[in-house]
């Protein structure tokens, strides 16, 4: 997060040094007594993509493929600007949540449609195994 939004925190002054350092308060577990360690955080090296890639090893190339979308999806959910970041509608409409793929199976898999002059001879009910034969 930037310096300027951890400033302005009521209590930033007791957890954070002017440059961004955090005063972490701990008891020493060696002696017990109350330390305060001054931690650096430096800014991330790697991007979302590269962290999730490198912990995906495990994952087959079919599974790999489906995490371009994902990290894609993750990292716009996870915008710090909400200007930028992905309203519920919009994620609902992302090709991870909603694939493209998945429509056209969707609508392949559907039944052909019957015009009314194909309806005329068309049995309508399924036969029942049951009915008796005359």
């Known amino acids: 997060f930037p310096w300027r939004w951890l400033k302005k925190g009521d209590n ?24 305060v360690r001054m931690i650096t955080f430096m800014k991330p090296t790697r991007d979302l993509k590269t ?7 495990s994952l087959s190339a079919k599974e790999k ?3 371009e979308p994902f990290i894609d999806l993750l990292d716009k959910c996870l915008q710090v600007n909400p200007e930028k970041r992905l309203t519920p509608a919009e994620a609902l409409r992302h090709p991870f ?4 793929a998945a429509k056209a199976r969707v609508t392949s898999m559907a039944p052909p449609l019957m015009i ?3 309806l005329r001879g068309a049995r309508l009910a399924p036969k029942n195994p049951f009915a008796k034969k005359h």
């Open 12 to 35: 930033s002054h007791l957890h954070w040094v002017d440059d961004g350092i955090f005063k972490s308060h701990e008891i020493d577990k060696a002696t017990g007594r109350p330390v």
């Open 116 to 118: 009314p002059s194909q």
């Open 51 to 57: 962290r999730v890639l490198a912990a995906a090893t």
């Open 65 to 67: 493929f489906g995490l």
């Open 97 to 100: 949540i909603n694939p493209p």
